[in-house]
């Protein structure tokens, strides 16, 4: 503890050093929107200018008007700044291949400024890019590996160039993100370490100084497990500090070193002390769920006050030094409870509703006829003995159904009239069983026996009656490699109808633009891959109606396109 | 199944059974059958609640004569419930077999805080608050006046069931808290009210330790349950604890100036009563004249338990002439109270005995012996004729009148210390005086004494024979039950050394050493590295783990645990702490792993279980040993040592390793479950504490793990965590731990159960 004091009452430097994993696609640049020039920047010794784009970072030598380095922010792995008071002030950028590129900031008077700027304007890109460029290809990726069809088509259509790439994903992403984010988080939530802040530590460099390095992992952790800091820093920076004074100030206040007793500066932590506090208190007073835990109602009669051999003084005499051991330790436990809890924070929201739910129609303490059968479950739990008993079979999760009547018969539309309760049903179902039990056959007018079986041959499959109806199943007429084949143009004729379906109804230029693609898109298929096709089967003698029903349904497409396009020529005429 | 005990048809509501069981509940039966009381041990986790209902339950059913009643009584609210369902299980088996309706009644008994349905009352969060809203709505004379004035609120559950509740017996069946609590919503009658009532008639009772064990409240609930009952404690291993604190008395100067007020009170109300309703006043003191004849006719003829508080001379005579009336009673509990006030003025401690102390207020106030016997009983009407409302605003001068009580009764087993101060701040007055109880066997006495059989039992109670020498009773059977384990599921492990070779210890000379410290903080460290889920250590005492947490803080030892799991730690505050547990839960449950650094003798280490992954290890740092230096203790351990011959080592290690063994058998709760139990300390590893831990972890402590370093437990932790992680069948266990019915009735086995009972 002392060691900590003496240390911080010099100031201490920071070094940010910001560091991001392997991103992998370069997007295409669609435009350049120079967001900050900065000059007199120097590169293998020689001036220039360095240039942040919106999407890459560029320098060029002094005098001439082209790039001689350029790399996308989705190359770059990392920054990297050197140290304050080094006579070079520099910004090195480290590329997932594993080179760098060193810029040496060398207008005299600004060259802090300049080369801050630059890292602040790094530090907000960076992030943006590896996301973004990563996730989109990993999940196109992993679509087209977990789905052969999706697989085909894409052959199909893209690689033989019927639509473009950009085409195909635009409504398949939209598509599959809404699918994933209904089954599983599309990427898990990583947890925080709990041992993030020990990973901070505090370094000497020599001169009467501390270093603290951080990352932005570090300091996500930070934001993530500690709110208020995340609400003090939003409120501060850049406003009133910049970062690295809000850090200096964070490493140096009473929040963090909580084990030192208050010494009543004032520091702009103090707030999110108090506010941790109110939450522990909030924390505490809510209470536990699980009633085999808490031990406020372990005990059933306390003695009364004045009663039993261990009456322990209300702790009124506390040292200095106790107090802050039991500081460490309440500190420990909020921490821990705040690293659990951001861990299971994307998590809990949805389940967090379900219980205020559950809590509104019964856990309220007037009616709790309806008691929480978290501890009906925790009892059943504790008096198990899974060894004593025959397995029971896989656990289930009992249904638990508020009205079975809307259960058993769907949702029905509200003519009423038309609604049987399962009362009904009952009734019915005993009266066909009286109906039943007091059935008698009446022999005369029963058919022959050589009548009914001849009737139930002719009825059969292969019999007489069925031969009309049956069609040889396709499968036994058409050989196998048409019949993929078949299945292929099936799928992509699907495909390219479904993207010219989707642009009804044409409201905007946009969607214009893309039904008459489309069409052309599908004449084109027509052409290349439906002909042939029609071709071969024709050659090889097969009944040609095997694709009359990709005609019509091309020709329906056709149709609608030729009625759309005459009605807005009526209407521009 | 159904076993066959010894000519008793058994129904047991499982497919197997442990051999352990079987051997349980043959020695059980003997018991009941000598009518005696019993001593069993038996690990937790091999059903011995189970065995314990089916056996009894059976013995009711076959000798409805014999037994009438089973009490069984348990530890905490979440056992209580877990008794009643097992219970449940049973009866739910007997009709499945039978095929008759269960004509039995049993039910479970709480304080009107876990069972009051009225919407107001149940609101209010502390149970004394509970009780004393109640009270102001359901006291006679409240009730009276509610009769002439409407506007009086009275608690309409209770009316209700006060009109027709007892005409009509609760029908029969399994009644846990929510479900009396169904019942009284229900009907509209107050569940506890009707508990209590129903008790006197139903086949098992399960409640608190406290009904029976606390005069004060034993004589309004317990006291006309039949003479033929069996009496089971479970979890017993704490029980003269609990009758030693049920008897002492403690004041502080607070608690007197409250009493002061009591009195000026009273006073005032018997002023004000004399003007208007002096008949009242009257009847009373007639009636004491009468003395408590009722009440000795009723103990007399055994209809009664007895009440430590109200002794017999009390009965047998009329209250003494000097404080019968109203006002001179008032006038002596003041002459008292000033006694008392004069006694807390010194500036040295002062320990005496109760007849130097009748001696003192003889000489100094003309206090004398007989009155001050009278004092409770005397106090209690008073307060019923005066009609008190608050009967809890009212709690100081009872304590004080049940002190006068006791300590005008008992001339052995109490005594009596006056504090000026705390040791640790000696310049801040705080006088106390400790009135206190040395001697269990005086609030178990009317209970061996009214019961035919009392059952004591519980994981952890060895060594056997110290328990009916301290509670003065006679054993017919004792025994204790080892676990039958088809593989070593607990592994336990003396670790004495750190890597260092420094010796790790918590006695007192060396417990600050920096060396220990670090050492204890490396061992969980690296276990932290090893164990899966859940780890639970734990400490001596609160201030020890303090002191530790923040030099393991310091040192940085703590961030490094951090790297492997969450940390959480007990405190003192009990919602804080029970937060603290549920998110321990949590991260175990969700596969992060936590540790909780808890204490022991703690509410964690009593009341909590650590099943399968809450607690993969438990270790306990350092030998729980009582504080030695508190003066009760030592005039306890002078007590014991005069009258029952036990010496003061004897009593202190019997008591640190019963509390160790509590701790670190947390942690196993079944066969299917594993744990590792590591004892850090070299004491553990020298045969007087070793050989007080139970048999059943006794027996797995090899001699070639008792003085470990560091490093050699992990490598044996290893090692044990890689052969449990194992698939484990039931196929493993049948026949060696787990039987069938045919397995069970074979010659052999039959030779080998009877070898898992060792008699103490």
């Keep these: 503890m002392f060691n900590v004091d003496r240390r911080l009452k010099f100031p201490s430097a920071l070094i940010l050093c910001l560091h991001y994993p392997a991103c992998l696609l370069v997007m295409a640049a669609l435009s350049e929107e120079v967001l900050l020039v900065v000059k007199r920047v120097r590169q293998r010794k020689q001036d220039g200018t360095l240039y942040l784009m919106t999407e890459r970072i560029a320098w060029g030598p002094e005098g001439k008007d082209r790039f001689t380095v350029s790399h996308l922010y989705a190359d770059i792995r990392c920054q990297k700044i050197s140290p304050d008071g080094k006579s070079k002030i520099q910004l090195q950028l480290v590329l997932h291949t594993g080179e760098s590129t060193t810029f040496h900031f060398a207008n005299e008077s600004t060259a802090l400024k300049d080369r801050d700027a630059a890292k602040d304007l790094l530090q907000q890109l960076l992030p943006k890019f590896k996301k973004k460029a990563n996730k989109q290809l990993e999940e196109k990726n992993k679509m087209l590996q977990e789905d052969p069809v999706l697989f085909q088509l894409y052959k199909d259509l893209v690689v033989s160039q019927v639509i473009s790439a950009e085409e195909f994903w635009a409504s398949r992403l939209k598509l599959s993100s809404v699918e994933h984010s209904l089954s599983n988080n599309s990427k898990q939530e990583v947890g925080i370490s709990a041992a993030f802040l020990a990973d901070i530590r505090p370094q000497t460099d020599g001169c009467n100084g501390l270093k603290y390095n951080l990352t932005s992992d570090i300091i996500e952790s930070i934001f993530k497990t500690y709110p208020a800091v995340k609400q003090k820093y939003a409120e501060n920076v850049p406003h009133n500090l910049t970062e690295k004074e809000f850090w200096t100030r964070f490493f140096q206040s009473h929040y963090f070193h909580r084990d030192r007793i208050n010494t009543g500066q004032q520091d702009i932590f103090s707030e999110c002390a108090k506010q941790d506090e109110k939450g522990l208190k909030s924390m505490v007073v809510q209470g536990v769920k699980n009633p085999m835990v808490d031990l406020l109602s372990l005990e059933d009669k306390t003695l009364d006050e004045g009663y039993g051999s261990l009456t322990v003084g209300p702790n009124s005499s506390k040292t200095v030094k106790e107090n802050s051991n039991s500081a460490i330790i309440k500190r420990f436990n909020h921490h821990s409870a705040m690293v659990l809890a951001a861990g299971l924070r994307k998590v809990d929201a949805p389940s967090d509703q379900a219980s205020e739910t559950s809590s509104t129609d019964g856990n309220s303490r007037d009616s709790d006829f309806f008691q929480p059968p978290i501890k009906k479950v925790k009892l059943q739990e504790a008096i198990e003995y899974e060894d004593l008993q025959n397995g029971s079979g896989p656990k289930t999760i009992a249904l638990n159904l508020k009205k079975s009547d809307r259960y058993s018969h769907g949702p029905v539309p509200l003519q009423s009239h038309h609604y049987s309760t399962s009362q009904d049903i009952i009734n019915s179902v005993s009266c066909i069983q009286e109906e039943i039990s007091c059935y008698k056959p009446c022999l005369t007018r029963v058919m022959p026996s050589s009548a009914a079986s001849s009737a139930i041959t002719a009825l059969s499959p292969g019999g007489l009656l069925m031969q009309a109806g049956t069609q040889q199943a396709v499968s036994q007429l058409v050989p196998t490699d048409v019949q993929s084949e078949l299945k292929h143009l099936y799928t992509a004729a699907g495909e390219l109808l479904r993207h010219f379906w989707s642009c009804f109804p044409v409201n905007t230029p946009f969607l214009e633009e893309k039904v008459v693609k489309m069409r052309s898109n599908l004449e084109r298929f027509q052409s290349t891959k439906l002909r042939p096709f029609q071709e071969k089967i024709q050659r090889e003698y097969l009944s040609t109606n095997l694709t009359s029903h990709l005609d019509e349904m091309i020709q329906a497409a056709y149709n609608k396109f030729h009625a759309w396009q005459t009605r807005r020529m009526a209407r521009k005429t | ?760």
């Design chain 2, 1 to 760: 199944m159904k076993l066959n005990i010894e000519g008793l048809l058994v129904y047991f509501p499982y497919d197997y059974i442990y051999p352990e069981q079987y051997s349980y509940m043959l020695e059980l039966k003997r018991t009941l059958d000598a009518k005696g009381h019993g001593v069993l041990e038996m690990p937790s986790g091999t059903g011995k609640t189970i065995s314990l209902l089916s056996l009894i339950v059976a013995y009711q059913k076959a000798y409805p004569l014999e037994v009438t009643k089973l009490i069984y009584c348990s530890r905490t609210v979440p056992e209580i419930e877990k008794v009643v369902e097992e219970l449940r299980k049973l009866m739910e088996f007997y009709t499945k077999e039978t095929g008759e309706k269960n004509n039995f009644l049993a039910l479970a008994l709480s304080s009107r805080k876990n069972l009051c349905i009225h919407p107001e009352v149940s609101s209010l969060r502390f149970g004394k608050e509970v009780d004393g809203k109640c009270h102001s709505l359901t006291a006679s004379y409240i009730r009276a006046q509610h009769h002439s004035n409407p506007s009086q609120p009275v608690c309409r559950f209770y009316e209700e069931f006060d009109a027709v509740g007892r005409q009509v017996p609760i029908p029969s069946g399994i009644y846990n808290l929510d479900d009396l609590k169904d019942f009284g919503r229900k009907k509209g009658w107050c569940p506890y009210y009707l508990a209590r009532y129903s008790i006197l008639h139903a086949n098992i009772v399960v409640y608190s330790y406290h009904y029976l064990l606390d005069p004060k409240i034993a004589d309004l609930v317990s006291k006309e349950l039949a003479k033929k009952s069996v009496v089971v404690f479970d979890e017993a291993h704490n029980i003269d604890n609990v009758c030693i604190d049920s008897m002492s008395v403690n004041i502080t100067r607070r608690t007197l100036d409250r009493c002061q007020t009591n009195v000026d009170t009273l006073q005032n109300t018997i002023q004000r009563i004399k003007e208007t309703d002096a008949a009242k006043l009257r009847e009373e003191y007639r009636r004491l004249v009468e003395g408590l004849k009722e009440a000795n006719v009723a103990r007399e003829t055994d209809i009664y338990l007895s009440n430590p508080v109200l002794p017999d001379e009390v009965l047998q005579e009329a209250i003494p002439g000097s404080i019968r009336t109203a006002e001179h009673f008032v006038g002596f509990l003041k002459r008292f109270l000033e006694y008392l006030k004069a006694r807390l003025r010194i500036h040295h401690v002062v320990q005496e005995s109760s007849p130097q102390f009748l001696k003192d207020i003889y000489e100094k106030v003309c206090i004398d012996r007989k009155p001050l016997r009278f004092c409770a009983e005397r106090l209690r009407s008073l307060l019923r004729t005066l009609e008190i409302a608050d009967i809890a605003d009212f709690s100081p001068i009872t304590l004080i009148s049940h002190f006068a009580t006791l300590v005008s009764t008992y001339s052995k087993g109490f005594t009596i210390i006056i504090e000026p101060f705390e040791d640790k701040t000696p310049t801040i007055a705080n006088p106390v005086l400790h009135f206190s109880c040395m001697d269990p066997s005086i609030a178990i006495k009317p209970v061996f004494e009214r019961f035919q059989s009392v059952v004591i039992t519980s994981g952890t109670l060895s060594p056997l024979d110290i328990y009916p020498r301290i509670l003065d009773f006679r054993p017919v059977t004792m025994a204790s039950f080892t676990m039958t384990l088809a593989r070593t599921c607990l592994c336990p492990l003396i670790v004495g050394r750190g890597n260092d070779q420094v010796a790790m210890s918590s006695k007192f000379e060396t417990r600050e050493d920096f060396a220990v410290i670090r050492n204890y903080g490396n061992l969980l460290l690296e276990m932290s590295a090893i164990v899966p889920d859940g780890i639970v250590a734990f400490f001596t005492s609160y201030v020890y783990m303090e002191n530790i947490v923040a030099s393991w803080y310091e040192q940085g030892i703590l961030e490094n645990i951090q790297r492997n799991k969450l940390i959480f730690i007990e405190t003192p505050d009990a919602a804080e702490t029970s937060m603290a547990l549920e998110k321990y839960q949590e991260a175990c449950e969700n596969g992060r792993g936590a540790i909780l650094l808890s204490v022991a003798r703690g509410k964690v280490s009593e009341g909590i279980d650590f099943v399968h992954h809450f607690g993969r290890a438990v270790i306990m740092f350092g030998v729980p040993y009582v504080y030695t230096q508190s003066r009760i203790l030592k005039a306890r351990l002078e007590y014991l040592r005069d009258q029952f011959q036990i010496r003061e080592n004897d009593f202190l290690t019997f008591d640190a390793m019963r509390h160790a063994a509590q701790c670190v058998g947390r942690a196993i709760r079944g066969k299917t479950d594993y744990g590792l139990m590591i004892f850090a300390d070299k004491r553990y590893a020298r045969a007087d504490k070793r050989g007080k831990l139970p048999r059943w972890i006794q027996e797995h402590i090899s001699d070639g793990s008792l003085n470990l370093t560091i490093d050699e437990t992990v490598q044996l932790s290893k090692h044990f965590l890689r052969q449990m992680a194992q698939p484990f069948r039931r196929e493993d266990q049948l026949g060696l731990s787990l039987l069938t019915l045919e397995q069970l009735q074979s010659e052999e086995m039959l030779e080998k159960i009877s070898q898992i009972a060792q008699q103490a």
